[in-house]
């Protein structure tokens, strides 16, 4: 049987960071003023960006280097292991080789660490003293808390109402690290307050926690924003999830057919793919990329691409992607880190040009797919990367009635320890 867990030595850890901007088939639409609709200047981010966040935003560097003292940091998980499903193959009678990319062993239990660590030490090299943004299961606020922790800047996270109820030790673990986190929408801005004032009972979003989150920026001085997904410059620090997996599959000389992550911002979904895509782009292999989706939520399988606003106040600046509309309120779902209405502009655009396709489940069938890898490969899966194991175990079990012997890659973004609740209703029978 070929090894079960592929490990990379510390010194084989990427020190690079890749962006595909530069090798798009063409280039990304501009972000637009959410005043003047007319194309944004660098320098109109900087009251809620530091300015090498906005440099890598726009960047046309393909590699962009890891700060040493990034690196440091990541060196207490990374690089993160690789696993082949013997166990969940076996289950399945799939001819098909299934692999996983664990990022679960971040101290946050997920793959938002690879961004807030970074972004978090931009802002202080700036000076940064008080970073606010949103979170929707709570993985992003968790990372973001974090890192503030260990660069010593105050945090303030405004949680989606629905998940600041269902995951209450979420919560705690921000404030562990120095969180200070309240329900989304709250009586801490403007719009909280006109929100709660018309809508009382609404499950909240993450439009309007990105509000918030803005709002409050905006208005202090000394803060930043930070934004967990979506933005170029967060799927850039992701991209050393997919930059280690090629390096392990190396290892045991394996390359895949399929690449598969579950897609809400779009971030963990480029951080394990788009080191394939660009390998698509260069004639060297032709990986499928599927990008899984929440049916309550389904932003690239049934969402118009066109610009709209990243949140419900249209504060933010208007961006070219698949969206469901910056008012749309989708079900209080157990996968709160996908309830989002629009995708990444890099994820969009692949998915317009034909690079990747998507895919969408409802949350029973996910849970399903769930309960099945935690009672093979024993690891708990957070209900957001459960869709991209449910689209895994799919296409191993087309593998297993044509025969082929496919190589499937998926990105496991997170654990589920935090997701018990969810686990339980679903056992219980009073999951929707």
């Keep these: 049987m070929e090894q079960t867990k592929i490990i990379l030595d510390e010194n084989e850890m990427p020190k690079r960071w890749y962006n595909v901007l530069p090798d798009l088939p ?112 709570g993985q992003w606020g968790s990372a973001l808390s974090l890192a503030c922790n260990y660069f010593d800047i105050e945090c303030k996270v405004y949680m989606v109402r629905s998940s600041f109820y269902q995951k209450p030790y979420r919560k705690s673990l921000m404030t ?18 006109w929100v709660l004032k018309e809508q009382p009972d609404t499950p909240g979003t ?16 000394n803060t930043k924003y930070s934004l967990g997904s979506v933005l170029n410059h967060v799927v850039l620090h992701q991209t050393i999830i997919g930059e280690e997996s090629k390096k392990q599959l190396a290892k045991v000389e394996t390359y895949p057919d399929i690449v598969i992550g579950c897609c809400g911002g779009g971030s963990n979904l480029g951080g394990i793919a788009l080191e394939y895509v660009k390998d698509k ?42 969206t469901l509309g910056h008012t749309h309120v989708p079900p209080a779902i157990h996968a709160g880190g996908l309830r989002y209405h629009g995708d990444s502009p890099i ?34 899966p957070a209900p957001e990367s459960s869709h991209a194991i449910r689209c895994a175990i799919d296409e191993a079990l087309k593998c297993k009635q044509t025969g082929e012997e496919k190589t499937i890659l998926f990105n496991l973004s997170g654990h589920g320890h935090f997701d018990m609740a969810s686990y339980d209703k679903y056992f219980n029978g009073e999951m929707e």
């Design 206 to 221: 993450l439009g309007i926690a990105i509000s918030e989150a803005v709002e409050d920026a905006a208005l202090n001085e």
């Design 176 to 193: 562990l690290w120095g969180g200070n986190v309240v329900p989304s929408p709250s009586p801490d801005t403007e719009f909280g307050r």
């Design 347 to 380: 994820v969009s655009k692949l998915h317009a040009e034909g690079l990747i396709d998507a895919v969408s489940y409802g949350q029973k069938t996910v849970f399903e797919a769930a309960v099945q890898f935690a009672r093979t490969e024993g690891i708990v």
């Design 26 to 137: 063409t280039p990304l639409e501009p972000p637009l003023d959410p005043k003047t609709r007319e194309v944004m200047s660098p320098e109109a981010l900087e009251p809620i960006f530091p300015k090498e966040l906005i440099r890598q935003e726009m960047s046309s560097d393909r590699y962009i280097d890891i700060p040493k003292e990034v690196l440091e940091i990541y060196r207490l998980w990374r690089p993160s292991p690789l696993y082949r499903a013997h166990q969940l193959e076996k289950i399945l009678k799939t001819p098909a080789k299934i692999y996983y990319k664990y990022e679960g062993v971040s101290p946050a239990g997920s793959h938002k660490t690879n961004t807030s660590i970074a972004q978090t030490y931009y802002n202080m090299k700036e000076g940064t003293e008080r970073i606010t943004t949103e979170t929707g299961a």
């Design 281 to 322: 782009l260069e004639g060297k292999h032709d990986a499928k990329v599927i990008a899984v989706e929440p049916t309550s939520c389904p932003t690239l399988t049934k969402g118009e691409y066109r610009y709209d606003f990243g949140d419900t106040a249209e504060m933010t600046p208007l961006l070219k992607m698949y």
